[in-house]
């Protein structure tokens, strides 16, 4: 019975919270994407104006293009899988997002951010840059000393394989295939051979984040207390919406509006249905009883759906 009623629980408009930085853009359109734009925001003075310009604007039936990191289907394949497997970022570029109708019921910019939207964990964008940051600095220090140390050991192997009998079993057609060459160049035929089917084996074709959803940077304050409001160029966004809406996107569009660039940097849903933020359990929370409590109030707010579905 729940699963077929699941449908049924996630309807209904969705409200989130988002904070948006100026002064930047990233392909995927949020903090763990790679730079890709940078404009100047100095000329918007204060919040207000970041208000009277956008809010009119963004209300109601409003035309947007989805991420080009997102689900949506494009001939067949996902958008995301074409950006990932797109290293040069050459066929990323050459796919057409069509325009699709969202609806914004209402939305509010302001500098701060409720107490369970900060305690859920949404991410600190610049804090999040700074420790990208470190630990791509110390990555590219490890890669440089495995390769030197990997050349030197290549090249050790490589002399000693010179002076030494091959013992190798080969089948019949790598024999003929190899005839002609060292044996050190055999060897080294071998392990490049050995190499690339090590690669195969990996998926490429997706991005892991360097962080888990616990020490991933975010607005929280390390002794759990609230944190100060914004200041530009960071500002939060408040959104009740219709489904299809891309949050990401919309911030985008209010960097461009405001003729500058944004990345949305920190993302929480808020409000789902009949189902609302306040009502999660914080993890230090994870009891029996919390538990069943959860659970109690959930179950009357899906009865109540069910109901309504049957008088409908």
Known sequence: KGTTSLQSYLEGSKHYAAVAELGYETDTLDAEGKLVKTAPWDHIADIDVVKTKILPKFTGRIEQVPPLYSAIRIDGKRLYEIARKDDSGEAAEKVEIPKREVEIYEMEIGTEVEEDVIRSGVVDGARYRDAVEVIEAVAAEAAKVAAEAAAVAAAAEAA????????????????????????????????????????????????????????????????????????????????????????RSLVRDIGYELDTVATMTGLVRTKQGPFVLGDALRREDWNADMIYEAIRKGKEKTDRIDEKAKID
């Open 160 to 247: 000693k394989e010179d002076g030494a009998e091959d013992d190798n079993a080969k089948t019949e057609s790598e024999s003929k295939e190899d005839e002609g060459l060292s044996k050190s160049q055999k060897n080294r035929k071998r392990r490049n051979k050995n190499k690339n089917n090590n690669k195969k084996k990996g998926n490429g074709n997706f991005k892991k984040s360097p962080f888990t959803e616990v020490d991933v940077p975010s607005m929280k304050a390390d002794d759990d207390a609230a944190a100060g409001p914004l200041e530009l160029p960071r500002f939060a966004v408040f959104v009740k919406c219709g489904g299809g809406t891309y949050i």
